[in-house]
Each structure stands twice: as structure tokens, then as C-alpha cells.
């Protein structure tokens, strides 16, 4: 490329690539987010409302529903199938509490092979650590805020 | 100026060394593609009967070596060099592959450019006198790559329309001083460029550029322009490079658009086979070449290829650390004489 021509096509690149790029299917990939996240919502209130018929307390049902949902993510990933849901499902799948199962699942499966202590015990937050981290984090600080305005 | 070479980045040999056997493996997903009746062996299994990803590429590599010699009729023995390298850290799958070959060895890293960049220099290497026979070989893994540059396997992310599937494959080439052919005759080396593209999702218009201009200099420093090749044909840019591509060097003067294409469109049924915008990975124009172009060259219906393997130069870190992708694309000339 002639120098001049290479400045310029560079100097116009992000465009002509922003032109050439396909798009994501926006409205199939919402949709498919939307139902199979309310699927998730729907199997959770189905255990929540099958907890509260058992006449377990109502502030003790959210504990159960979140280890049943979380057991779910896992056991769906250990099966190989959370992976397929999430190709379709995107956020929808990826949100709920299932998919904070799976994406600590995965890096444990997959990092078994360099032992227990360095490759399972070290690499299994490596995607869910950033939300324990500031989900904790911002918690903590919500909390004092609640303390001094209450 | 030197002896041999042509312009600026391009070396003419002499006594151009001949392509006398390759051999092509490839994993379960490519042996269903449009390419698969060209490849040598496919495998069932992506572990290959081994333990770990790693190993299963680095058998590979061993394997697609060992059956390019043999069908050479050689011995690992008789080869002097052994030139190749692929994605994975300190190129394990090569070196390793290496340790049991025993043929003295040159680690190459040029991350997808690695095909060509190993032809490059074992050819100049034969054609400079210091040996009679050369193997030129690469390798990627889907699985192994996946999990050193994206996410954990079973992890349910995502991909966006511009990203790409990682070849599993291991191609390999022998050379040899004499033979009847299809010869290198030409080599161009690129530069590092660099359009400032981001996106690790979008590794083609990243490459993009490097490849337009390794063509585009080729073509000034040979004379050769589009019609003086059956195919002009790139590594791994995928639908989105290579629509880049032409783009680039159509703006630059020269059209390539009726006989130009890319290993990682051809390898995949981009339809059906869920893989975005194409295949990636220095196994992608490895298998390519030393599976489906190989044999059409020696059936003649192809005479004059320009093969132009591309690679993405980033790493994990460079990308969390906000850097840009810088591409680069080495090309060779493959061509029957007479």
C-alpha cells in the first residue's frame, strides 16, 4: 500500500468496517433472551411455590429456591447442554442465577486437567469472580447507605 | 541489492524447491465440511485417544509429520529442518511434536500466518544450499484455543456474527531440492499493520489490511497482478476479511475479486455449520493447502496459486489491556511449471 492511501484507509477504517460488519439478529436474539429467561423464572416460581405448599417459611423458601436453581445450572452443565441454551438463549441464560452456576462450572470442568489446587481451585472464578467481587462490593456499600437513612 | 530478492519484500528462488508429499488431519467438525474428501485422516474423536486438548494437537502435528514423510517415502531421518509453530503458549503442540520427531527444528510463531511462514522459510532455506529436504508444518485446536484466548468450554456465551471457529488440524509439507513440483517460485513476506480494530470478535478485519497489502506488494514487486494466478486465496480471514480485503486492494487499484477467496469461507459450510463468519487458526490454511489445493494442483486444475496465511499478532493480555490487533500475511507462490 502507498503510504498516503494506507494513512487514509486507515483513518477510515473503523467506517468501512462498521459498513461490512454483519449485524446481530436484534429482535430474534431479544425474543429468544426474553422467553427462554422467563422459561428459567417459571421453573424457579414453580419450586418456590411447590416450597411454600410444603409449608417451609416464607423468608427460608428464597434460600432453598437459589441452592435447587443453582443445582440446576450445574447439573445442566455437567450434561454438556447449558452451553447449547446459551448459543440460543444469550442473556437469558446467562442472567439468572443458572448461569452464575454455569460460568463457574465450565472454568472448573475445563481446567480440571492441571490439577485440583492450581487448575480447578484457582481458575473456577475466573469468570464469576468480577461479579462476587463488585456484587459483594456494592452491597457492602448500599448497606451503609441504608444504615444512616434508616 | 540481494542476489534473489524482488522489490521490497519479495525473494524469486532460484532453484525453486518442489512441494513432493503433504498430509492433512483434521477434527469431527471439518470432516463434515465441503473440503472433507481432501483430507487424509479425520478423526472421530477431538481428543484423539489422548488426555488433554494440548496433547491431542501436539499428536497431530506428530502425526501429520510423520505421514508427510512417509508418503514421501522418507525418513524422519533424511529431513534436515523441521519448520512450524501454532497458537498455543511457547508453541507446545510443535515443540512437542518436535521431542519425538528428532528432526533439528526452527519454532515459528506468526499465530495464523504460521503456514506460510514456515513454507517461506524452509523454501528459502533449500533454495539457499543449506538442505535437500525441509518439512513445513502447523497445527490449531479448537478446544485448546478456545480455552487459552476465550472462555471455558461448556461456558453458555454468545458468539457475535463476525467471530470466527478455530480450526482443528495439523497440515504438513515436505520440500525437497528436487522433484516434479508444484514448485514455490516466490515469496513474499509482510509487515506488521495495524488499522487499530480492537476486537478480538472480529479477527478478520483485523488481519484485513495486512493481507490487502502483502498482496498489494507482491503485485508491485513480481509485476504479477490477479490474472496471472488461477487463486489468490488467504488463511483465515473469514467473510468479513476477505469482503475487507477486496475492498482494500479494489481501493488500491487492483481488482482480485474473480479469483479470490479464503481458507476459513471454504473450509466450513458457513450455512449450516454454525461457525459466524468462518474458520480461523494456522491449522485452517494448513489443511487447506496441504489437503484440497495440493491436490488440485497436482490434478492441474489449478496451475498458479498465491496463498496468503494471515495472522492476528494479539494475546490475551495485549487485548485486556486495551491494545489494538496487528495483522500480518506472508505470502508464496505455488505453481506447476509447463
Known sequence: ?150 | MAEKKLGLQTVKLKNPPSIISTSSIVGPKESEGPLREYFDIKLEDDLFGEKSWEKAESKMVREAVRNAIEKAKLKPQDIDYYFGGDLLNQIISSSFAARELQIPFFGLYGACSTMTESLSLGAMNIDGGYSDYVVAATSSHFCSAERQFRFPLEHGNQRPPTSQWTVTGSGAAVLAKKGNGPYITYVTTGRVMDFGIKDANNMGAAMAPAAADTILRHFKDTGFDAKDYDLIITGDLGKVGRDLTVDLVFKNGYDISSNFTDCGVEIFDLENQDVHAGGSGCGCSAVVFCGYLYNQLLNKNLKKVLLISTGALLSPTSTMQGESIPGIAHGVTIERMG
Open chain 1, 1 to 150: 500500500m502507498e503510504k498516503k492511501m494506507e494513512e487514509k484507509l486507515k483513518k477510515d477504517f473503523e467506517k468501512i468496517v462498521h459498513k461490512k460488519n454483519p449485524t446481530s439478529k436484534f429482535v430474534k436474539d431479544c425474543v429468544m433472551a426474553f422467553v427462554v429467561g422467563g422459561l428459567i423464572c417459571d421453573i424457579g416460581q414453580f419450586f418456590m411455590n411447590t416450597f411454600l405448599s410444603l409449608g417451609i417459611p416464607k423468608e427460608d423458601v428464597s434460600y432453598y429456591n437459589a441452592a435447587v436453581m443453582v443445582f440446576l445450572g450445574a447439573f445442566l452443565t455437567g450434561l454438556g447442554v447449558y452451553d447449547d441454551i446459551g448459543k440460543h438463549a444469550g442473556a437469558g441464560s446467562i442472567v439468572p442465577i443458572t448461569g452464575f452456576s454455569n460460568s463457574i462450572v465450565s472454568p472448573a470442568m475445563e481446567f480440571k486437567r492441571e490439577g485440583y489446587v492450581f487448575g480447578v481451585g484457582a481458575k473456577m472464578f475466573v469468570i464469576a469472580g468480577p461479579v462476587l467481587v463488585y456484587g459483594i462490593s456494592s452491597s457492602v456499600i448500599v448497606g451503609i447507605i441504608y444504615y444512616f437513612l434508616k
